[in-house]
């Protein structure tokens, strides 16, 4: 049987070179953070930068590994 880990969630913003995406930061203990991009920020900032949403998910999963 697992124990169930209690976990802090939080919302972040991160600069990309797109602009600001909006991310759901969970802090777990003795463990790195995960961070997971919100849809809607992604589809709005490709919008206003004419490039595709999957280009900007993808530049924010690499700005959240140098952090």
Known sequence: E???VMR???IV???TKYGVVKCKKGDFP????????EYE???EVALAA??????VYLEVIAQCRNL
């Open 2 to 4: 697992h124990a169930q």
């Open 8 to 10: 802090s969630r939080k």
């Open 41 to 43: 920020s992604c589809k």
């Open 50 to 55: 004419s490039v595709p949403v999957r280009e």
């Open 30 to 37: 003795r463990i790195a953070s995960i961070y997971s991009p």
């Open 13 to 15: 913003d991160i600069q």
